[in-house]
């Protein structure tokens, strides 16, 4: 089932600013967000939840990455929801 990607207006933000200053990460985003519509289990995802964390009304947030093998490989936070179907991507950036 595919999933309907919210973002933030952080994460709006910020892939405002990519597009700018770093077009191919960029694009690592959007593929990112592409495989998160289609399925965030996918393996090339690496999703897992990340108990670090808590949404603002207590949602459980994961993980997914957005590269890997990189210094300050960047990430992508999410939750399920608001609604059935949705994702809502809280924030995005490189690993702390």
Not at 19 to 44: I, N, T, Y
Not at 81 to 91: K, L, R
């Amino acid at each position: 089932m595919p999933f309907e990607l919210i973002l933030t207006e952080k994460v709006e933000q910020v892939m405002e600013d990519l597009s700018r200053s770093d077009p191919a990460k960029h694009k690592k985003v959007e593929k990112c967000f592409a495989k998160l519509e289609d399925d965030p289990r996918q393996s090339g995802l690496s999703s897992h939840p990340y108990d670090d964390i808590k949404g603002v009304l207590g949602e459980r947030i994961f993980e997914s990455y957005v590269e890997n093998h990189t210094p300050s490989a960047w990430r992508a936070w999410w939750y399920y929801g608001p609604g059935e179907g949705t994702i809502t991507v809280a924030d995005l950036g490189p690993h702390p």
